[in-house]
T-cell receptor, first 114, second 116 residues
Framework: SQELEQSPQSLIVQEGKNLTINCTSSKTLYGLYWYKQKYGEGLIFLMMLQKGGEEKSHEKITAKLDEKKQQSSLHITASQPSHAGIYLC??????????????FGRGTQLTVWP | GAVVSQHPSWVICKSGTSVKIECRSLDFQATTMFWYRQFPKQSLMLMAT?????????EQGVEKDKFLINHASLTLSTLTVTSAHPEDSSFYIC????????????FGQGTRLTVV
């Protein structure tokens, strides 16, 4: 089965700093999703990327999918304590996969200290 | 975004008993619902996919007789952990999707199950 590798596993940054989280797959990604999770809670949808080279932004968070559709990055500009949490990348298992049927990376634990 | 609610948020049960977890889509009809399991500091592992009115499709390695899934309506799916054991203790999360609502799956807040 396809695996998603996320890096780094954890990240501690000072408030105001920029940071990047990566998500890499050995196979083509069919729909790449970024979610944020607070420990012990559900997932909050951030962004979805589908086309090679696609880039989306929401507030201070930007996500990109490379041309080969095997790697995605999530970039946070001027981080704030509210950005703290676990960031998960998820992807569809195959091109014809049921919408929402995803497999996930292990997540990146982000801590932002003031 | 659309709202998915899980109940209960946490539950403690005795070993050997069964526990039912509910997943409801509150403001949309979920054509498909999914159940995931998450261990501490681990990824979400897809357990099964359920469509309203049909049998759930379980992922490889997931015991269907252990984890009973019922999707009786377009807004409700239930996961029953039968004859629970301490190794079933985990965080269970459901999600729901409908192409007419959006391209993403909407997640519940999760249920923390502790079997003692």
């Amino acid at each position: 089965s396809q695996e998603l590798e996320q890096s780094p596993q954890s990240l501690i940054v000072q408030e105001g700093k920029n940071l990047t989280i990566n998500c890499t797959s050995s196979k083509t990604l069919y729909g790449l999703y970024w979610y944020k999770q607070k420990y012990g809670e559900g997932l909050i949808f951030l962004m979805m990327l589908q086309k090679g080279g696609e880039e989306k932004s929401h507030e201070k968070i930007t996500a990109k999918l490379d041309e080969k559709k095997q790697q995605s990055s999530l970039h946070i500009t001027a981080s704030q304590p509210s950005h703290a949490g676990i960031y998960l990348c998820g992807a569809a298992r195959d091109r014809g996969s049921t919408l929402g049927r995803l497999y996930f990376g292990r997540g990146t634990q982000l801590t932002v200290w003031p | 975004g659309a709202v998915v609610s899980q109940h209960p948020s946490w539950v403690i049960c005795k070993s050997g008993t069964s526990v039912k977890i509910e997943c409801r889509s509150l403001d949309f009809q979920a054509t498909t619902m999914f159940w995931y399991r998450q261990f501490p500091k681990q990824s979400l592992m897809l357990m099964a996919t359920s469509n309203e009115g049909s049998k759930a499709t379980y992922e490889q390695g997931v015991e269907k007789d252990k984890f009973l899934i019922n999707h009786a309506s377009l807004t409700l799916s239930t996961l029953t952990v039968t004859s629970a054991h301490p190794e079933d203790s985990s965080f269970y999360i459901c999600s729901a999707s409908n192409r007419r609502v959006g391209r993403e799956a909407f997640f519940g807040q999760g249920t923390r199950l502790t079997v003692v």
